[in-house]
């Protein structure tokens, strides 16, 4: 008799496999300021606020039956003036993640054909050529996405976990720690909430889980500490890679160059003395970088069509790919080097719509429904937490883009 795997395996798959992707790729980089011990911090308080916003959205989405979207529940419990400001906050995410995919994975491609080919290819062609590539596999159906994903998804563990274990191998202490320069400093944890809020969004999952598994508060909260937590895992195992491999010095010169994943690569290659495990580190950016290009790719392509009421024959899925891809691919092309830049502007937005809308949900949901079944745990005092939160970063991002915050050069 063949054994079902628990739908909350599943489950937490879904929201592990939603949380991680290219955008951790960014973290190193924007953490190289206040170095390891700071970003573990860092790392703690976005994983814990980002978990109860999720929570929140939980307790808000089992008032209303399975299958609601999320753009449901802001539409019914805060009006039409919030479902707007939610609605941009959500293309704009998408739109700003599927052109840091393009810049990210053109980067990783040169990056990866430059020694294959002797010399450089230009970025132009490497950006076009993966871009044009996965755009066509989302025009294809959402099936082949789907099949794609699952591939690409059991490449991605595969190669992340290989990599990993080979740069623990060439870790060192006294980099991890910055003995020589004294370790970070906190003034450059500001310019880095967003960053970090964004590596653990995956709040769209929520109602999702209760289409799949109905009404049970208590497994759809385990599928959502255990996927956190292993993003978390993830995540912390990649900063002390990165960090305990390329000297924080050395990021600097990364940084000058724009922060994209290919200068990332190439500083890591100089520290590591192995191309075996480089090549490795090549084949989990690239394949990180193109799940989550189709992930956010798809779910772009789906809000267009719906938004512009674009049909699914050949004729429409083709209006549908020209209005979703053009823009970011446009973008990617002038700016190829906007990687670092994008992943934080789409922390500013999913601060909107991932952390203050579900306070805003949850505190008009108390209000207007009797507590029933799951309760999202913190009391009275989730409601203010996350709107702190969000507003900080929200607020800390607009002062870093106005270069009233530093960056490390």
């Excluded at 799940?291 to 899925?317: K, Q």
Aim: aromatic share 12%; hydrophobic share 55%; with cysteine.
């Amino acid at each position: 008799m063949a054994v079902r795997p628990s739908p909350i395996f599943g489950g937490t798959m879904v929201v592990a496999g939603t949380a991680i992707g290219a955008g951790m790729l960014g973290l190193p980089m924007i953490s190289a300021g206040m170095w390891f011990s700071w970003s573990a911090v860092v790392l703690l308080i976005s994983w814990f606020c980002m978990f109860r916003s999720s929570q929140a959205i939980l307790e808000v989405n089992l008032h209303f039956q399975p299958g609601d979207s999320f753009h449901t529940l802001v539409r019914e419990l805060l009006g039409p003036a919030w479902t707007a400001i939610n609605g941009l906050s959500v293309a704009f995410v998408l739109y700003i993640l599927v052109y840091a995919y393009v810049s990210g994975g053109g980067s990783v491609v040169q990056h990866a054909l430059t020694p294959v080919l002797g010399g450089e290819p230009p970025r132009l062609l490497t950006s076009l050529f993966f871009a044009l590539l996965l755009a066509a596999c989302i025009w294809w159906s959402s099936r082949a996405v789907d099949r794609f994903s699952i591939v690409l998804m059991g490449g991605m563990v595969l190669a992340l976990l290989l990599s990993m274990s080979g740069m623990f191998r060439h870790l060192r202490l006294d980099v991890l720690l910055d003995a020589g320069g004294g370790g970070g400093q906190a003034i450059f944890v500001w310019g880095a909430l967003s960053t970090y809020l964004t590596s653990f969004c995956f709040h769209a999952s929520v109602p999702s889980l209760v289409k799949y598994l109905g009404k049970d508060g208590r497994s759809i909260n385990a599928c959502l500490r255990y996927g956190t937590l292993i993003a978390l895992a993830c995540y912390f195992a990649w900063i002390t890679a990165a960090d305990g491999v390329i000297p924080r010095e050395s990021f600097k010169a990364v940084i000058a160059q724009g922060g994209n994943v290919g200068d990332l690569l190439a500083a890591a290659g100089h520290n590591l003395g192995s191309g075996f495990v480089l090549r490795l580190l090549e084949a989990f950016s690239l394949l990180a970088v193109a799940t989550s290009f189709l992930g956010a790719g798809l779910g772009l392509f789906d809000y267009m069509a719906d938004l512009c009421n674009f049909d699914d024959s050949r004729l429409g899925r083709t209006k549908t790919l020209l209005v979703t891809f053009l823009p970011p691919m446009f973008c990617g092309l002038v700016w190829p080097d906007g990687f670092l830049a994008a992943i934080g502007w789409a922390g500013l937005a999913a601060s909107v719509w991932s952390v203050i809308v579900p306070a805003l949900l949850l505190r008009a949901c108390r209000r207007r429904f009797s507590p029933a079944g799951y309760t999202a745990p913190g009391g009275a005092g989730l409601v203010p937490l996350l709107l702190l939160y969000g507003i900080i970063v929200a607020v800390c991002h607009t002062l870093f883009v106005f270069q009233l915050l530093p960056m490390y050069e």
